[in-house]
């Protein structure tokens, strides 16, 4: 390498290798909060919870991925085709959401940056000119017989540590033991679980479990269709500004899904869950059928359970 190259090719790493590091960082940042992360690709109703799911760690480890690749500078002209596709079809979904009006966090950087659609747009923008200026540069020196064992081992480690920092929650349906916490006994005497089939709810507006909670059921609800009125939400109460909390709640988490619901003083509340919360119920005819915590919501379940009203 002549001495004029070597300046040049330090030109083009730094932008490359900062756009690396964005990549991790960004990835990292949405693994830390990947529940609203998975909540966001569930309220578009393409899948099946499960699936998105599946999605949501699918797209974080390929952005790490994608961020370790620009940051070893191997196999540039693939690394950088595969960046400038994920960009591109970033920005069309951005420019969609900006063309319906949607305002709401795409959760670029997870839970911890409130971006629009329209700043993430102009985030995009900025990311495609480092991998324009980074195009080329220099790498890390591996022999070419090693470096797809080193990448192999790079991949499974990424989607070994997504899995492991945040399982999905089917993981937890085939591996923990149903358990119950109702007082069902208790919710008969109030009348909570009526005649017919029922999905009774149990939340408190300040519980942070229970906010994604309402926003999964939301999200099955909308996707599977079912009838609103066929789930009863029963909230624990703390005064006078009950009803407009509850409203906030769904407005805030459940994407203005207006679902019947009950108050209870928290005392009665208490008694009837154990303490637990949030807790899902099915409800046939009083009997108690199925309990779900937040980690072992069944969508498939749950529908099936409604469909055969």
């Keep these: 390498m002549s001495n004029h190259e ?49 999605a949501a760690r699918l797209l974080v480890a390929g952005e790490a991925v994608l961020g ?20 591109l079809s970033f920005s069309a979904f951005l420019l969609w959401r900006t063309a319906v009006g949607d305002e709401q966090s795409c959760h670029c950087f997870g839970a911890f940056a409130d971006m629009g659609p329209s700043d993430s747009l ?31 081992g790079l991949c499974v480690a990424v989607l070994a540590t997504v899995v492991a920092v945040n399982p999905p929650d089917f993981f937890y349906r085939l591996t923990k033991p149903d358990s119950s916490d109702l007082n069902v006994a208790e919710c008969q005497e109030l009348g909570l679980s009526a005649e017919g089939k029922k999905v009774v709810c149990f939340y408190s507006v300040d519980c942070e479990h229970c906010r994604h ?35 906030e709640f769904f407005k805030t988490y459940g994407g203005g899904i207006a679902l019947p619901c009950q108050i209870l003083d928290p005392l009665t ?33 749950i529908t099936s359970f409604q469909e055969r009203n």
């Excluded at 985030?123 to 192999?152: D, H, M, S, T």
């Design 6 to 54: 070597a300046p040049s090719k330090t030109r083009q790493t730094v932008p490359r290798v900062f756009l690396g590091l964005f990549f991790c960082v960004s990835a990292t940042l949405k693994l830390l909060s990947l529940t609203e992360f998975e909540l966001y690709v569930f309220s578009f109703g393409l899948a099946s919870f499960d699936l998105c799911s599946v």
């Design 68 to 87: 370790l690749g620009l940051l070893s500078g191997w196999w540039k002209r693939f690394v950088n085709i595969s960046t400038a596709v994920l960009l």
């Design 122 to 152: 102009w985030k995009n923008v900025a990311c495609a000119v480092l991998l324009y200026l980074g195009r080329q540069g220099g790498e890390i020196r591996l022999e070419a017989r090693f470096r797809p064992w080193v990448a192999a």
């Design 213 to 247: 909670c309402v926003s999964k059921m939301a999200g099955i609800i909308r996707h599977n269709s079912l009838p609103e009125e066929d789930f009863l939400c029963v909230f624990m109460g703390k005064g006078e500004d009950d009803d407009a909390a509850v409203s």
């Design 269 to 301: 509340f208490i008694q009837l869950t154990n303490g637990s919360m949030p807790l899902v119920c099915l409800f046939d005819n009083g009997s108690l059928l199925k309990e779900y915590d937040l980690l072992k919501l069944d969508e498939q379940e």
